[in-house]
């Protein structure tokens, strides 16, 4: 069974432009895992603080290997000097998809 990551966090505006390489080397670092199947960020065009979250993993074990993966610590790192906040994340375990 996969698992779906979906949500938001919130930068102080001022800083979302800091995190970017924080952001690029986070998703490449991810992207790059066993397990992962998507990772994405995106900036919400009308609240330049918001970023939406969407993951997709295979499974729960993949995800558990990603929270201990070494890059981790220096996101979390830069996610507390850069006052990230507002952390809104849920786990959705999928039993089955198919496309629309």
Request: proline content about 5%; hydrophobic content about 50%.
């Amino acid at each position: 069974m996969s698992v779906v990551v979906a949500g938001t966090v919130r930068v102080p505006p001022e800083n979302a432009a800091a995190l970017r390489p924080h952001q690029d080397a986070m998703l490449a670092a991810s992207r790059a895992e066993d397990g992962c199947l998507v990772y994405s960020y995106a900036i919400d065009v009308q609240d330049p603080g918001l970023i939406r979250v969407f993951e997709v993993w295979r499974d729960q074990a993949a995800l558990d290997a990603h929270a201990r993966a070494p890059h981790m610590k220096t996101w979390r790192a830069a996610n507390a000097e850069l006052g990230v906040f507002d952390r809104r994340l849920t786990l959705y375990e999928v039993a089955s998809e198919r496309a629309l």
